[in-house]
């Protein structure tokens, strides 16, 4: 069992910046980041792998950086050039073997 923990969500600013961070109670193969607006399907915003393999969102392309620190168990996702777009729950992820993990997820608001 892999227990995830998120934090760093809140308001901001259109333009502004975010930095969530997830912490994982053990190792993890796979870490991520998806959101889900209201309304909307849950998608991938991006995701890495513990040895450095990085997907992300055409959507986030050039404004958001995700990076972990294996050592830790942590994911972080640094997120810059905001836009209302990008309001949203945002959930961390993390795959282990055959097992899928999620956080409780934190809100991102972004004003205009």
């Known amino acids: 069992q892999v227990h995830l923990v998120e934090s760093g969500g809140g308001l901001v600013q259109a333009g502004g910046s975010l930095r969530l961070s997830c912490a994982a109670s053990?190792?993890?193969?796979?870490m991520g980041w998806y959101r889900q607006a209201p309304g909307k399907q849950r998608e991938l915003v991006a995701r890495?792998?513990?040895?450095?393999?990085?997907n992300y969102a055409d959507s986030v392309k050039g404004r958001f950086t995700i990076s972990r620190d294996n050592a830790r168990s942590m994911v972080y996702l640094q997120m810059n050039s905001l836009t209302p777009e990008d309001t949203a729950v945002y959930y961390c992820?993390?795959?282990?073997?055959?097992?899928?993990?999620w956080g409780q997820g934190t809100q991102v608001t972004v004003s205009s």
């Open positions: 053990g190792s993890t193969f796979m």
């Open positions: 992820y993390a795959q282990l073997g055959p097992r899928d993990y």
């Open positions: 890495m792998t513990s040895v450095g393999i990085t």
